[in-house]
């Protein structure tokens, strides 16, 4: 089992910056890759980033690359997302979720535990 807590959204202006958290506990060794998915109204889940945190590799979409990043503090079993220049279409209910390594990093499918979400919301 793994437990996902999520903290760190809010609303911002276009432009500005955020920094989600994820703080990890239980059988995270297994679970080892992380990931954050966003979810806007009557839209689905769409994955944005992942995570290995055993070597530390790393993965984006192609809607946020260059303007996110995921990173980890593997002492305090958390990773984070770091949001630059945000856009009103960033705005959802963003996600955290862990799985084994050997599943699918992009999709919920490769996922097995997930947070409860954080919304972010940005404003034009």
């Known amino acids: 089992q793994v437990q996902l807590v999520e903290s760190g959204g809010g609303s911002v202006q276009a432009g500005g910056s955020l920094r989600l958290s994820c703080a990890a506990s239980?059988?995270?060794?297994?679970?080892?890759?992380m990931g954050w998915f966003r979810q806007a109204p009557g839209k689905e889940r769409e994955g944005i980033a992942a995570?290995?945190?055993?070597?530390?590799?790393?993965w984006y979409a192609a809607s946020v690359k260059g303007r996110f990043t995921i990173s980890q503090d593997n002492a305090k079993n958390t990773v984070y997302l770091q949001m630059n220049s945000l856009k009103v279409e960033d705005t959802a209910m963003y996600y955290c979720a862990a799985g084994p390594p050997g599943s699918p990093y992009a999709t919920s499918r490769g996922y097995n535990y997930w947070g409860q979400g954080t919304q972010v919301t940005v404003s034009s």
């Open positions: 239980g059988d995270t060794t297994y679970n080892s890759k």
């Open positions: 995570i290995y945190t055993g070597d530390g590799g790393t």
